[in-house]
């Protein structure tokens, strides 16, 4: 049974109050939308940009993605605003290659913020610049603040934004984004993602991914003997903005409801579901270790949720309620 927050003592932004509110929330949904979705190919092609004309979602229904977070029982969604071909699911003025300049003109971080609001749920934004092909650098850095200040002042309040490989911006660009996010949104939580640190075992912090607010666990669950608080000391802080002291950082997993298939967190046809008790184990081994639990619900080509994903989330919350879970 997880401890509840203590008497604040540490140097960190947020009170462990606000943190632990946080970690209350307990589930969400991750979606996984973009230029990725129309990619057939595997690896690293999901990362290299593609004719503006391949983004065609022809039954594009963001309230449904929402709707059926609400339905889950699931209390915020993270949506990849812009993954790592650069593709932005918003009309970007910083760039070409957004929604604005392809078949389907729809804003969709702005019909996915009205969804939220509408079905009550909290948004999330993911981002991750295509630093992975281009080896990231200054220009990586400056680019995804522009973009960032352009989320973060056009769509109102956002509960999480979620940063992917942060390694690739350096300590330097870390602390500016952190700074950056923090400064536009003071109440928002910062995660910068730890990749595939597989079962948790590796997900203490780690100077990659500083400074953040949470940790991730990627395609994992977290350990029995979960750690939340850590002394980071002068050496490990230097330069990162933030003091050295005590920072209380709760878990976050994320991870794939299905077998990934072609595409992987993009889902494909030939994806399948996990199994109903595999779902409810991980969302209790969650539960249990102080983790807030985040399945990946990938839509279609065409814009919506593929059926058998909103059924089996909707027989899980079932499942949960039987055993008296709420």
Same mark, same amino acid.
């Given at each position: 049974?997880?401890?509840? #927050?203590?008497?604040?003592?540490?140097?960190?932004?947020?009170?462990?109050?606000?943190?632990?509110?946080?970690?209350?929330?307990?589930?969400?949904?991750?979606?996984?939308?973009?230029?990725?979705?129309?990619?057939?190919?595997?690896?690293?092609?999901?990362?290299?940009?593609?004719?503006?004309?391949?983004?065609?979602?022809?039954?594009?229904? %963001?309230?449904?993605?929402?709707?059926?977070?609400?339905?889950?029982?699931?209390?915020?969604?993270?949506?990849?605003?812009?993954?790592?071909?650069?593709? !932005?699911?918003?009309?970007?003025?910083?760039?070409?290659?957004?929604?604005?300049?392809?078949? !389907?003109?729809?804003?969709?971080?702005?019909? +996915? %913020?009205?969804?939220?609001?509408?079905?009550?749920?909290?948004?999330?934004?993911?981002?991750? @610049? #295509?630093?992975?092909?281009?080896?990231?650098?200054?220009?990586?850095? /400056?680019?995804?603040?522009?973009?960032?200040?352009?989320?973060?002042?056009?769509?109102?309040?956002?509960?999480?934004?979620?940063?992917?490989?942060?390694?690739?911006?350096? #300590?330097? @660009?870390?602390?500016?984004?952190?700074?950056?996010?923090?400064?536009?949104?003071?109440?928002?939580?910062?995660?910068?993602?730890?990749?595939?640190?597989?079962?948790?075992?590796?997900?203490?912090?780690?100077?990659?991914?500083?400074?953040?607010?949470?940790?991730?666990?990627?395609?994992? %669950?977290?350990?029995?003997?979960?750690?939340?608080?850590?002394?980071?000391?002068? /050496?490990?802080?230097?330069?990162?903005?933030?003091?050295?002291?005590?920072?209380?950082?709760?878990?976050?997993?994320?991870?794939?409801?299905?077998?990934?298939?072609?595409?992987?967190? +993009?889902?494909?046809?030939?994806? +399948?579901?996990?199994?109903? #008790?595999?779902?409810?184990?991980?969302?209790?081994?969650?539960?249990?270790?102080?983790?807030? !639990?985040?399945?990946?619900?990938?839509?279609?080509?065409? @814009?919506?949720?593929?059926?058998?994903?909103?059924?089996?989330?909707?027989?899980?919350?079932?499942?949960?309620?039987?055993? @008296?879970?709420?």
């Amino acid at each position: 049974m997880k401890e509840g #927050p203590r008497a604040d003592h540490s140097v960190q932004r947020l009170s462990e109050e606000a943190l632990a509110a946080w970690r209350t929330m307990g589930y969400g949904m991750f979606i996984h939308f973009g230029m990725s979705t129309f990619c057939t190919e595997k690896g690293p092609a999901h990362y290299e940009p593609m004719p503006i004309d391949r983004y065609d979602p022809t039954d594009l229904d %963001v309230d449904q993605w929402v709707a059926v977070a609400r339905d889950a029982g699931m209390k915020y969604v993270i949506l990849t605003t812009v993954h790592g071909t650069g593709f !932005c699911l918003w009309p970007s003025r910083l760039t070409d290659y957004h929604v604005g300049n392809s078949p !389907c003109k729809v804003d969709v971080v702005e019909a +996915f %913020v009205a969804a939220c609001k509408k079905y009550d749920v909290l948004p999330a934004f993911y981002t991750c @610049g #295509p630093g992975r092909r281009d080896g990231g650098g200054e220009a990586l850095v /400056e680019r995804t603040i522009a973009q960032v200040t352009e989320r973060l002042t056009q769509y109102g309040p956002i509960a999480e934004i979620w940063f992917d490989g942060p390694g690739q911006y350096g #300590p330097d @660009g870390r602390r500016a984004l952190y700074e950056c996010v923090t400064a536009l949104q003071p109440q928002i939580v910062v995660a910068n993602n730890g990749a595939f640190d597989t079962n948790g075992h590796k997900s203490l912090v780690k100077p990659e991914t500083w400074p953040t607010d949470v940790l991730v666990i990627e395609a994992g %669950v977290p350990p029995f003997w979960t750690i939340d608080r850590f002394d980071l000391s002068e /050496e490990f802080v230097s330069g990162s903005g933030r003091p050295a002291g005590e920072y209380f950082l709760p878990t976050e997993v994320v991870t794939c409801m299905d077998n990934g298939a072609e595409r992987w967190w +993009f889902g494909g046809p030939s994806a +399948f579901v996990r199994s109903d #008790p595999e779902m409810l184990a991980i969302r209790t081994l969650c539960r249990e270790r102080g983790a807030n !639990c985040v399945f990946n619900v990938p839509p279609t080509p065409q @814009g919506r949720l593929r059926q058998d994903y909103v059924d089996a989330l909707l027989r899980l919350r079932k499942n949960e309620q039987s055993l @008296g879970i709420e």
